[in-house]
């Protein structure tokens, strides 16, 4: 009989423990707004694999395009930049009020499989183009490229050694970048690690002339497995650079791997904002092999994220990533 009353008595404390739950879901959401606000503020993409209701650009099917649909390579002429850059100015301006109307009716839809991210297939086969080309956090791979013609806006000298002493644009890297850059070279050399910059800012032409320099070398479906198409390399982010030993000793080469200084930086380099993009066994996922030595500027959450949970960026976003086609 005791046993009963206690029973009924934790029932009643559940119900009125509802009850004051129900009333605070004013602020949860409040708060869950806030959230999302700030995650769509911060980055061009979603990550629907952290929030539960979400992605934060279906709101604006209107302007872009789902990952999904297009599969034509041809018609990148199409997109010029101007238009680009209208049309991502335009999203970012008609998303905050969508959104705020959505989390009060609650009307969030939820993606398919939230959380499972692996259905992500990174290849040709199919190709958009990224919404925001300029946010540092877009995701650049064989499926997303950047808008035809693309040249990062702020574009800098980093003030960090390099493997030759030419000032040209492989030299250079998107002022945010740059800094944080030259913060990991200081990190490095106060633990006795002294890097040199290989190869940062690659322009379109470039990638165009170094790729089919590889494909007459080794032939395309080789040539794709280190080296991106046009318009498809995080080189041409200004976000991403190439690094080495101080003595450029294998220079962007799989003997890079093992070295003190790739210890120090798959180690570190979360630490300044900046990933190793293409970890060893993550092929399948990144599209590329094991590359020690490239690393792309993500800014310290991301970074954090991704090293800690040793995921790739394409594992962060997810797929559900804001494109203009
Ligand atoms: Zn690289």
Same mark, same amino acid.
């Given at each position: 009989?005791?046993?009963?009353?206690?029973?009924?008595?934790?029932?009643?404390?559940?119900?009125?423990?509802?009850?004051?739950?129900?009333?605070?879901?004013?602020?949860?959401?409040? +708060?869950?707004?806030?959230?999302?606000?700030?995650?769509?503020?911060?980055?061009?993409?979603?990550?629907?694999?952290?929030?539960?209701?979400?992605?934060?650009?279906?709101?604006?099917?209107?302007?872009?395009?789902?990952?999904?649909?297009?599969?034509?390579?041809?018609?990148?002429?199409?997109?010029?930049?101007?238009?680009?850059?209208?049309?991502?100015?335009?999203?970012?301006?008609?998303?905050?009020?969508?959104?705020?109307?959505?989390?009060?009716?609650?009307?969030?839809?939820?993606?398919?499989?939230?959380?499972?991210?692996?259905?992500?297939?990174?290849?040709?086969?199919?190709?958009?183009?990224?919404? +925001?080309?300029?946010?540092?956090?877009?995701?650049?791979?064989?499926?997303?490229?950047?808008?035809?013609?693309?040249?990062?806006?702020?574009?800098?000298?980093?003030?960090?050694?390099?493997?030759?002493?030419?000032?040209?644009?492989?030299?250079?890297?998107?002022?945010?970048?740059?800094?944080?850059?030259?913060?990991?070279?200081?990190?490095?050399?106060?633990?006795?690690?002294?890097?040199?910059?290989?190869?940062?800012?690659?322009?379109?032409?470039?990638?165009?002339?170094?790729?089919?320099?590889?494909?007459?070398?080794?032939?395309?479906?080789?040539?794709?497995?280190?080296?991106?198409?046009?318009?498809?390399?995080?080189?041409?982010?200004?976000?991403?650079?190439?690094?080495?030993?101080?003595?450029?000793?294998?220079?962007?080469?799989?003997?890079?791997?093992?070295?003190?200084?790739?210890?120090?930086?798959?180690?570190?380099?979360?630490?300044?904002?900046?990933?190793?993009?293409?970890?060893?066994?993550?092929?399948?996922?990144?599209?590329?092999?094991?590359?020690?030595?490239?690393?792309?500027?993500?800014?310290?959450?991301?970074?954090?994220?991704?090293?800690?949970?040793?995921?790739?960026? +394409?594992?962060?976003?997810?797929?559900?990533? +804001?494109?203009?086609?």
């Amino acid at each position: 009989m005791h046993k009963r009353k206690y029973i009924i008595s934790f029932v009643a404390i559940l119900l009125i423990g509802g009850a004051l739950y129900a009333g605070n879901q004013g602020n949860h959401q409040a +708060e869950q707004q806030e959230q999302q606000t700030l995650i769509k503020n911060k980055s061009a993409l979603s990550k629907p694999e952290d929030k539960q209701g979400t992605p934060v650009n279906q709101n604006q099917s209107s302007q872009t395009t789902k990952p999904s649909n297009t599969n034509d390579t041809s018609n990148n002429k199409d997109t010029s930049n101007n238009k680009d850059t209208s049309k991502s100015k335009d999203t970012s301006k008609s998303n905050n009020p969508s959104k705020s109307k959505d989390t009060s009716n609650n009307k969030v839809t939820t993606p398919a499989s939230p959380g499972k991210t692996t259905s992500f297939v990174n290849s040709y086969k199919v190709e958009h183009v990224v919404a +925001e080309p300029k946010s540092h956090t877009v995701l650049v791979n064989k499926t997303y490229r950047l808008p035809e013609g693309y040249v990062p806006p702020d574009l800098v000298y980093p003030n960090v050694p390099f493997t030759f002493v030419e000032k040209v644009d492989k030299r250079k890297m998107r002022k945010v970048a740059a800094g944080a850059l030259e913060k990991l070279f200081a990190g490095a050399k106060r633990d006795g690690v002294m890097l040199a910059g290989v190869s940062g800012y690659r322009s379109e032409s470039r990638q165009t002339t170094l790729y089919n320099n590889y494909v007459k070398r080794d032939g395309v479906k080789a040539a794709d497995t280190y080296s991106a198409r046009p318009g498809h390399s995080e080189h041409q982010t200004g976000l991403t650079i190439d690094v080495a030993g101080s003595n450029g000793k294998c220079a962007a080469e799989s003997c890079f791997a093992g070295t003190k200084e790739a210890k120090w930086l798959s180690k570190h380099a979360h630490e300044y904002g900046f990933i190793i993009r293409y970890p060893s066994g993550k092929d399948a996922i990144t599209g590329y092999k094991y590359e020690p030595w490239h690393l792309r500027y993500v800014g310290n959450e991301i970074a954090k994220t991704v090293t800690t949970k040793q995921i790739t960026l +394409e594992q962060y976003f997810g797929n559900t990533v +804001e494109v203009s086609r």
